[in-house]
Structures are given as C-alpha cells and as structure tokens.
C-alpha cells in the first residue's frame, strides 16, 4: 500500500518528487538514514552532503507527510533511540507523521517516544532477544 524511498530521494530526486506526484504522498514514505544529521544513502555506506533538516523541509514542502527516520549509530545497538533528535523534527515539523528507528531496547523506550509525540516506531532486535514481549506491546494497540 505503500512505498519508503531513501536513497533514491537523495540521489534522483526528480523521481521521487514525480513519485509523489503521480501516487499520491498518502503512499510515499521518504527513509530518512541519519548519521550526525547527515542523510546516509546506498545501505548506510555512503554518507551524503545532504543535511537532515533542509531535507526533510524540502520534501514536506513537496508534500511528504510521512517520514522512517533511522539513527544507523544506533540501529541495532539496544542502546535506546535517539529521542532528542525525534524531538528536534517534531520541533520543526508538528504534522509530520515520523516513524522513529533505531536503538529500541525495551518498552519504556517505546513509552519515551510515545510522550515525545512520535506516533510510530520500527524495532526488531528487542524484540527477537526478549527485551520486548508482544504481552508489553498490548498497550500500544
């Protein structure tokens, strides 16, 4: 039902924006890899010139509604998400519909972002190592 473009909204962005304009950006997700607020792109190999906020200010301009922003220093890590950086778009993007990743180690991590007003999360290593319970999860449903 939808699609996430990351690097190719980086590297092609005339597709993306055609993208956006021929499906609709209710089925656009813009992948956001960040590291130091810089946009990662090719699998997290290459970092690019590209800064995070004017990034996401241009494409929400072109109508981008719905963000996956990754931290990869902290993908994987279990180290908790990088809050203050979720808090910093949702600073300078109120309606942004952000989906965070990385670093999600524990349901307290999840309710931390929930209070923070990030309405969706992507985590999988907690998950596979018992940290989190679909139990825990009920909460959220």
Not at 41 to 58: A, R, T, Y
Not at 66 to 93: F, N, Q, R, W
Request: negative net charge; proline residues 4%; glycine residues 10%.
């Amino acid at each position: 039902q939808m699609v996430t473009g990351g690097s190719i909204a980086v590297r092609n962005p005339d597709v993306f924006c055609r993208w956006i304009d021929r499906y609709g950006s209710e089925k656009i997700i813009l992948g956001a890899d960040v590291k130091d607020h810089k946009i990662a792109v090719n699998g997290w190999k290459d970092e690019s010139d590209c800064e995070l906020f004017p990034f996401l200010k241009d494409y929400t301009k072109k109508g981008v509604e719905k963000v996956i922003c990754t931290d990869i220093s902290c993908d994987g890590m279990l180290a908790g998400p990088s809050l203050e950086l979720y808090k910093e778009i949702l600073t300078e993007h109120p309606t942004l519909y952000l989906i965070a990743s990385g670093g999600v180690s524990s349901v307290a991590d999840i309710e931390a972002l929930h209070e923070a007003g990030v309405p969706a999360v992507i985590f999988g290593k907690a998950l596979y190592e018992g940290r989190i319970t679909l139990k825990e999860l009920q909460a959220f449903i």
